[in-house]
């Protein structure tokens, strides 16, 4: 069973900077794709930033502030999130895509709140 946990949320001035991390366990396999969704109240989840084997994507709000990495040992993918801005305020999911013993598996972390306070 793939368990996901994530880590590193808080309260934090416009400006400011936190890392979030979110740590797959379990018997996998290998992992295809990690990334990083928010939502913010009233809004639907979008995604911020993925990370495969190769490549990284991220969603033009954030470009140039957020950088996302993976530790393949540790199956964990991060999120620096740099220049915080009120508007990034919301709950941050991790997602995740892969391949376990089991079988497929796609998912959700927990979600951490992230709240900017100008």
């Known amino acids: 069973q793939v368990q996901l946990v994530e880590s590193g949320g808080g309260l934090v001035q416009v400006g400011g900077s936190l890392r979030l991390s979110c740590a797959a366990s379990g018997s996998i396999v290998r992992v295809n794709a990690m990334g990083w969704y928010r939502q913010a109240p009233g809004k639907q989840r979008e995604l911020v930033a993925a990370i495969t084997s190769g490549n990284t994507n991220y969603a033009d709000s954030v470009k140039g502030r957020f950088s996302i990495s993976r530790d393949n040992a540790k199956n964990t993918v991060y999120l620096q999130m740099n220049s915080l801005k009120p508007e990034d305020t919301a709950v941050y999911y991790c997602?995740?895509?892969?391949?376990?013993?089991?079988?497929?598996?796609?998912?959700w972390g927990q979600g951490t709140q992230v709240t900017v306070s100008s």
């Open positions: 997602n995740v895509d892969l391949w376990a013993n089991s079988g497929y598996y796609h998912g």
